[in-house]
Nanobody, 114 residues
């Protein structure tokens, strides 16, 4: 059973940076589109960014120019580099593997203080 394990969440001041990591335990990581989503209490989970198996990226308008998604196939890892963080970026961030059955990680908390 494939598992996704996120790490890198932390408390950071506005304007700061964080890099989230998500390790895929499976052997077929390279074939799947990977994504990052986030959720705050009382709200639906929202799209942040995706990266295809070919490296094509897509971003939510709210993070364009500040966040960068990347992947390292040799390490079965997808990253989310977050710069110029804002208090409204505070959320639990989830990694997703898109497929016939989506796989989700357990989430990592990002808190941005003003």
């Amino acid at each position: 059973q494939v598992q996704l394990v996120e790490s890198g969440g932390d408390l950071v001041q506005a304007g700061g940076s964080l890099r989230l990591s998500c390790v895929d335990s499976g052997s077929t990581f390279r074939f799947f589109t990977m994504g990052w989503y986030r959720q705050t209490p009382g709200k639906q989970r929202e799209f942040v960014a995706t990266i295809s198996r070919y490296g094509i990226t897509n971003y939510a308008d709210s993070v364009k120019g500040r966040f960068t998604i990347s992947r390292d196939t040799a390490k079965n890892t997808v990253y989310l580099q977050m710069n110029s963080l804002k208090p409204e970026d505070t959320a639990v961030y989830y990694c997703q593997r898109q497929g016939p059955l989506d796989v989700w990680g357990q989430g990592t908390q990002v808190t941005v203080s003003s």
